[in-house]
């Protein structure tokens, strides 16, 4: 599979990625080594987690999605063949958040041992942190890269202007610079992505991965109606997708699905991977099925006709 390199690093990585958030929260350690197994074997190899998957579960404190991961690392043997991508800075506790530099330290060293390797090829910011100065954190950064702790630092849930502060704040103290923005994208939650943060990664050579790519299932087609909420835990979430807009964007996406032969999470996730500014979109998979839905993406060409029907539909 042709790999796309992330950014101006070094990381090659296949057009899509495996979202963590599920691993420990939704599927068990069994369940989760299965569907790893099948991701990488298909040829892909970009892995999401963070410090805080998931410890929004009753009974978990964050760091689930990690240690499972780091099992499956451990007893495949692989670790040079995959590319880990976590994060740090999600509040875990109210005194365990941020990007202050002593925090970053201690959180990257029970990332590191609960995925049970030595280095962390992306370590992304996971929430913006206005109190902490760019310097502090990207400094912190510096430190872990020349270490060997790190590979290269990415950015998640950040305003434009302030990626564009932080870009110029690596320039002017020689660090490091966020090789990858990880922003909520996908069909229909479009505009703020493409209004200001999309041009400035296309300018600053930034690679995209996108979460949500399927719009918490809603862009699978599996939920067109409010009676279709209770199929899945994350089903309460799409409610917002249920309008004018949002059928219409299925409508366009079921008609270039039989054209293909294919479904409609297929087509989204080929509309993502045929955007220039997307290195690999973010999507999870609770079972093999759904998995193998999900990769079959990669091979999906969409034409440019199919391209600007999806645009059409899924105008803001």
């Known amino acids: 599979m042709k790999k796309r390199t992330l950014g ?28 790893l197994d ?4 298909s040829g892909f190899n970009l892995i999401d987690t963070a410090d805080g998957y998931s410890v929004w579960v009753p009974g978990n404190n964050g760091g689930e999605s990690e ?42 060293e029970e990332s590191l041992r609960r995925l049970q390797t030595d280095f962390i090829d992306l370590y992304q910011s996971h929430v913006d942190d206005a109190s902490t100065p760019f310097e502090e954190t990207l400094e912190a950064y510096d430190r872990l890269i020349k270490a060997g702790k790190v590979r290269a630092i990415g950015a998640s849930n950040i305003k434009a202007d302030r990626l564009k502060q932080a870009l110029e704040t690596s320039q002017q103290h020689n660090l490091p610079i966020y090789q990858s923005l990880q922003p909520e994208y996908n069909l229909y939650s ?27 299932g809603f862009l699978t087609g599996k939920y067109r109606s409010e009676e279709d909420l209770n199929k899945s835990q994350r089903g309460g ?4 997708f249920l309008n004018e807009r949002g059928f ?3 409508n366009a996406l079921d008609e270039i699905a039989a054209k293909h032969n294919a479904n409609p999470a297929q087509v989204s996730l080929a509309w993502l991977m045929a955007r220039p500014s997307i290195t690999a ?14 990769t079959r993406a990669a091979q999906l060409e969409l034409s440019h006709e199919d391209i600007a029907a999806l645009d059409q539909a899924s105008a803001y």
């Open 67 to 108: 240690t499972i991961i780091g099992n499956w690392l451990k007893s495949r043997g692989n670790r040079d063949k995959v590319v880990i991508a976590t994060k740090v800075g999600w509040e875990i506790a109210p005194n365990k958040k941020g990007l202050k530099r002593d925090y970053i330290f201690e959180r990257v």
């Open 8 to 35: 101006k690093s070094r990381l090659e990585v296949a057009p899509l990625a495996f979202g963590g958030n599920v691993f420990g929260w939704t599927i068990d350690e069994k369940t989760s080594f299965q569907l």
């Open 248 to 250: 219409g964007i299925l």
């Open 190 to 216: 479009r505009q703020e992505f493409e209004a200001d943060l999309e041009p400035l990664c296309l300018e600053a050579g930034i690679g995209v991965i996108n979460y949500y790519a399927l719009a918490s």
């Open 38 to 41: 099948a991701f990488t074997e």
């Open 237 to 240: 979430g799409v409610k917002r």
């Open 281 to 294: 979109p973010i999507a999870s998979a609770t079972s093999l099925e759904q998995l193998e839905d999900l």
